[in-house]
Nanobody
Framework: QVQLVESGGGLVQHGGSLRLSCAASIHILSMNTMGWYRQALGRQREVVARITRSGSTNYADSVKGRFTISRDIAKNTMYLQMNSLKPDDTALYFC?????????WGQGTQVTVSS
C-alpha cells in the first residue's frame, strides 16, 4: 500500500508562486510514474505534470513554462513549483503514483489564486 501526503497549498495572488510537496510512504523510484493532477470546482480532474521513474517529465499545455515538477529521491518526495499563477489555476491539487498496476492518490491540497 502506498500513502501520499500533499502539502503546500494556499491562497496566493495572481502572478504569485507556490510549491507543492508530495511525500510518499515508499521509495519513489519503485513507482512507475508520479504526477500532479488538479480538479477545479465543477470540472473533471486533469493532469498537470508527470515524471517517470527515469526522470522524464511532461506538462499540460496550460502550465508549460510556469510549472516545474521535480523530486528528491532521498526524501521520497515529489514537488510542483508553480510560478506566474493565474486565477484559472485555482483547484484542488492531487498527487498520484502508479505502483504495481495500481493507482494511488493523496487527499489533495487546495490552491486558490486571487485576481
Amino acid at each position: 500500500q502506498v500513502q501520499l501526503v500533499e502539502s503546500g497549498g494556499g491562497l496566493v495572488q495572481h502572478g504569485g508562486s507556490l510549491r507543492l510537496s508530495c511525500a510518499a510512504s515508499i521509495h519513489i523510484l519503485s513507482m512507475n510514474t508520479m504526477g500532479w493532477y488538479r480538479q477545479a470546482l465543477g470540472r473533471q480532474r486533469e493532469v498537470v505534470a508527470r515524471i517517470t521513474r527515469s526522470g522524464s517529465t511532461n506538462y499540460a499545455d496550460s502550465v508549460k513554462g510556469r510549472f516545474t515538477i521535480s523530486r528528491d529521491i532521498a526524501k521520497n518526495t515529489m514537488y510542483l513549483q508553480m510560478n506566474s499563477l493565474k486565477p484559472d489555476d485555482t483547484a484542488l491539487y492531487f498527487c498520484n503514483a502508479g505502483w504495481f498496476q495500481a493507482d494511488y492518490w493523496g487527499q489533495g491540497t487546495q490552491v486558490t489564486v486571487s485576481s
